[in-house]
């Protein structure tokens, strides 16, 4: 993470939360901007897509996640600081990666975008699955395979960079119980900026 002294420059963070579906990114992402409210939470892009009338299918395939790819990788476009992202494009990379029509997805025509939009992040916060769920609708147990399978995928690409697309980027993993993760973060960032002041 690029160092920062002052208080104005601690609060300029751009920050993922990354996760599979239930794994508690909206949970986390609320805790994240009460305790840092000078930032704004960035709407999902399925939110926007629905906003716009799209018609998602279920499940969903690999053109699906390449829309949400897209809208991901559009809403990272903007320079502000102080935005928590409750997903990020590689969130959905770990989707299509763990599809079945997996192999219909061109990766290297969106390393470079997928790239750059990674790198224009400070922070990205893996939610892994665990065992003790987050508060939230149940998944459906014809989901919970994939969901899974996604997790495993996304693990591989953030944690092991298993396509390097997070060159520079702080990656923090959290594996503990939903309701210490906030806190953990909050004070994960606060240790490292004082490091790095």
């Known amino acids: ?16 939360v990354s996760g599979t579906q239930g794994a508690g990114k909206s949970t986390l992402t ?13 709407a999902k892009p399925y939110e926007i ?4 009338g799209y018609a998602f299918v279920h499940p969903p395939d690999v ?19 102080n935005r928590i992202c409750d997903c990020c494009p590689l969130d959905f990379l770990g989707y299509i990666v763990a599809s079945p029509d997996a192999e219909r997805f061109d990766l290297e025509a969106w390393r470079e975008p997928i790239a750059r939009a990674m790198q224009s992040l400070d922070l ?10 987050a508060p939230g609708p149940t998944i459906a147990p014809e989901d919970a395979a994939f969901r899974l399978a996604g997790d495993d995928a996304l693990r591989d690409i953030v944690v092991d960079h298993g396509f390097d697309l997070c060159d520079g980027v702080e990656i923090l993993v959290l594996d503990d119980p939903w309701g210490r993760r906030g806190e953990r973060v909050l004070t994960w960032i606060e240790d490292l900026q004082l490091s790095n002041s």
Do not use: C, N, W, Y
Not at 30 to 42: I, K, Q
Not at 68 to 78: D, E, F, M, V
Not at 126 to 132: F, I, L, N, T
């Open 1 to 16: 993470m690029r160092g920062r002294s002052s208080e104005r420059e601690r609060e300029a963070l751009r920050i993922a």
């Open 63 to 81: 053109d699906d996640f390449v829309v949400r790819l897209k809208q991901s990788l559009i809403s990272l476009r903007r320079p502000a600081p």
């Open 124 to 133: 990205v916060v893996v939610v892994a699955v665990h065992a003790d769920p």
């Open 49 to 52: 897509l629905a906003e716009r």
């Open 30 to 42: 609320t805790a994240l901007a009460e305790g840092l409210p000078h930032h704004v939470v960035v």
